[in-house]
């Protein structure tokens, strides 16, 4: 890569080559899902979970209990492993041994974040909500942004042919009578969304706001995340006679608000 960048006139001093790593990352940015999905697929960290509480193994100890048919599968699996750690998703430990200490073995262990990837006694984690995010059919839509963007329509519809509905399946139990009859009049609704600023702003967690609403508008017509005044606006559109707003001590990103409706249900109809 310096080569690269030296026959392009871009200099390697340190202070200056440091301005492209930034570039560089957003560059590579999809790469990392994309082994993080492969890691669970594998089934990566529940092999290091299960294992005693803060424990560390090599690639090679992993390897051996995800049933593989690759004769050389410590070397492939070793590099997710590594990346993985420089994202603070593992830890990771080196061991010098060998003569001389030219031999340098990694052990890897769970990093806090890995245990929301990993299911939780109720078999619950982001694992789905990650496989969904890269799945094939969502991945592809991504390539048709542009094209919507001047033309008009979804991207996913472009790439898939089809609306996401159709894609996944639609559900029966989704109809609006069964939507009514869990909506009684006098009744609350409970949201838990995530709330984007009206301002962009540069914080993990709004990061994560802002790029699941492109995800959202890619996938559904009107699909979006929405503002707090967004919020307030399409519940007095619904005939919502209160709403109440209450943030969430860990992620300010994600908002309960409760909705209380003290009329009679109209017939149900498409709200921005």
């Given amino acids: 890569m310096l080569r690269r960048a030296r026959a392009r006139g871009i200099t390697t001093d340190a202070p200056m080559w440091q301005c492209y790593i930034h570039p560089f990352g957003l560059a590579s940015a999809s790469v990392l899902p994309l082994v993080l999905k492969a890691a669970i697929e594998l089934g990566v960290l529940q092999v290091i979970g299960k294992a005693s509480p803060g424990a560390l193994l090599s690639s090679s100890e992993i390897g051996s209990q995800l049933h593989s048919n690759n004769p050389q599968p410590p070397n492939v699996l070793d590099r997710i492993l590594c990346l993985l750690a420089s994202h603070s998703i593992l830890t990771c430990s080196n061991i010098v041994t060998g003569h001389n200490g030219q031999q340098v073995n990694r052990l890897y262990g769970l990093a806090p974040v890995s245990k929301y990837f ?155």
């Fill in 118 to 272: 990993i299911p939780n006694e109720n078999g619950v984690s982001f694992a789905p909500m990650l496989e969904e995010i890269q799945d094939k059919g969502m991945v592809n839509m991504w390539y048709h942004l542009k094209d919507a963007a001047v033309e008009g329509g979804l991207p996913f519809n472009r790439a898939n042919g089809m609306n996401a509905f159709d894609y996944v399946g639609k559900d029966a139990s989704w109809d609006d009578e069964h939507c009514l009859k869990i909506l009684p009049d006098n009744g609350k609704v409970i949201v838990v969304e995530m709330v984007v600023p009206e301002t962009p702003e540069t914080s993990n967690d709004i990061k994560s706001g802002v790029q699941f609403d492109l995800f959202l508008m890619n996938m559904n017509p009107g699909g979006k995340e929405r503002t707090k005044s967004e919020f307030e606006r399409l519940a007095k559109e619904a005939r919502f006679s209160s709403i109440k707003m209450a943030g969430c001590s860990s992620l300010q990103l994600f908002t309960s608000g409760v909705l209380q409706k003290n009329v009679t249900f109209p017939q149900l109809r498409p709200l921005s």
